[in-house]
């Protein structure tokens, strides 16, 4: 008769510090990308000397939706 083997909690510990440490890396990914794509964008707006911030704008709808996307494509991959 074969015994079931229960996984350690040692590998289900590793597990969750890995997951956990996947999405908080991705988390920080995603706040830099958002936050250089807005300074680049206010610093084209400021060297353009533009009323409007169109820029800004634009720049951080690109960065939102390049990182919405590698959010995505990462739980693809689970």
């Known amino acids: 008769m074969a015994s079931r083997h229960k ?3 040692h590998n289900r510990k590793s597990k969750t510090s890995d997951t956990y440490l996947k999405y908080s890396g991705l988390a920080l990914q995603m706040a830099i990308t958002i936050g ?10 400021i ?3 533009l009323n409007f911030p169109v820029f800004l ?10 990182s ?6 990462s739980l693809q991959d689970n």
């Not at 250089?36 to 707006?45: Q, S, W």
């Open 36 to 45: 250089l794509m807005a300074f680049l964008g206010y610093k084209i707006d």
């Open 57 to 66: 704008f634009v720049f951080i709808l690109t960065g939102l939706t390049g």
């Open 47 to 49: 060297w353009l000397n």
């Open 68 to 73: 919405i996307y590698r959010l995505i494509r």
């Open 7 to 9: 996984p350690s909690n």
